[in-house]
Every structure is written in C-alpha cells, then in structure tokens.
C-alpha cells in the first residue's frame, strides 16, 4: 500500500471526491488527515497514504448518541452510526456527528489522530494475521 498515495487512492477508490479536494491540477496541497464525505452518506478517513471508508448503518431508535471523535453527545438526526469493515472477520462500528467540518473542528487534530489510529491500527493488524 505504501506504493500509493493519498491522492492516488482517492482519485482511483472516490474520484468525484478526489476533484473535489484536489482539483484538476497538480500541485494542490491538502490536508492529509481528516474525515471526507464520498458517494451517497459514506465517509472516507484519510490519514496520511491511508484510507478506510465508513459504511453508514440505517438509523434506529431515537435515543441520544456519543460521538467517538468529538466526544459530544448528539441527537439521533446530528449523529450517525458508521461500519468499518477491517477485514472480513473485524468490524468496527463507530458513532460520528453528521457535520464533519464542526465536529473535525471540535475534535482537532489530537483527536482526528486518536480515531484514525484506532481504526487504521486495527486494519492493519487484521490484515497480518
């Protein structure tokens, strides 16, 4: 995977997104850690040349939710329940608030590296096994 880069995986995995960041030109810097929304409800988290998309789970119930990078309690339509697939017998499910930018903002960037090691440390170790 270190054959890649951040900008590769995702004009190559979410190319609209890609445009979106990057532009079409080269040269553009942009942050390389942070959480970006792709295809319909998904969520890409980029960590350097590391990538993992967040599934979003269909909403039930209607009781508060804790979200995992910003730490702040959230109603059931400001927060959402995503699916990290590491590897096909590790799952990971976690809760985030629906605006990324204010949460992101909230969390900083201790925070951004706190759950990108959690989830991009548990893909890794699950594809070694």
Not at 40 to 53: F, I, K, P, T
Not at 58 to 82: M, N, P, W, Y
Not at 85 to 114: D, M, V
Request: glycine fraction near 8%; aromatic fraction near 4%.
């Amino acid at each position: 995977m270190s054959d890649h880069s951040e900008r590769d995986l995702l004009r190559e995995l979410f190319p609209d997104t890609a445009r979106e960041l990057f532009g079409s030109g080269a040269g553009v810097t942009v942050p390389t850690l942070g959480l970006y929304p792709v295809a319909g409800e998904r969520m890409a988290l980029v960590s350097g040349g590391h990538l993992a998309e967040l599934e979003p789970l269909e909403q039930k119930g209607h009781k508060a939710a804790h979200c995992d990078l910003c730490h702040v309690t959230r109603s059931r339509s400001e927060a959402g329940i995503f699916r990290v697939r590491a590897s096909e017998r590790t799952t990971l499910y976690l809760t985030l608030c629906l605006n990324t930018e204010h949460c992101q903002r909230r969390a900083g960037k201790q925070g951004l590296e706190r759950l990108a090691e959690r989830v991009l440390s548990t893909a890794a170790v699950s594809r070694e096994e």
